[in-house]
C-alpha cells in the first residue's frame, strides 16, 4: 500500500508538478520518514524487494541526495551532498545499478524517423 502510494507521487512529481513549474529550479526538496525514503530510492534505482530489505532507515535529522545526470538521465547518490556524507547503510553488501534513460543511438534514430513521419502528416 505504501509503495503504491510512493510509486504514484514520484510519477507525479517527475510527470506533472516539476514539468508545470513556470521557474526552472535546479533543486526540489522531498521531507519525509525513513521507510519512505527507502521506498524512494526502491523506486529511483528500481532496487529489488531484497536490497530494499537490507538497506535500513536513516537516522533523524539525517538526509539523502540524488544528483541527476544530465547526459545519461537518471538519479545518482550523492554522498557527499548527504548528511552524513554516506550511502545508505546495509546489512550486507548490496549491489547499486543505474539504468540510463537515455536512449542507445539506434533506438534515437527510430524515434527521429517517427518524429519527422509524424510531423510530415
Known sequence: DVQDRVTAFW???????????????????VVTHGLTM?????????????????VWNVDNCHHITLHKDMEQM????CPEFSYPPQIPWATRPI???FKSRKATPET????????SFKTAM
Do not use: A, H
Open 38 to 54: 527507502r521506498l524512494l530510492l526502491m523506486r529511483v534505482f528500481q532496487w529489488s524487494v531484497e536490497t530494499f530489505e537490507t
Open 74 to 77: 537518471c538519479y545518482k547518490l
Open 108 to 115: 534515437q534514430e527510430k524515434l527521429e524517423k517517427l518524429i
Open 11 to 29: 510519477d507525479s512529481l517527475i510527470n506533472e508538478v516539476l514539468p508545470r513549474q513556470i521557474d526552472e529550479y535546479g533543486t526540489c526538496l
Open 95 to 97: 549491489w547499486i545499478v
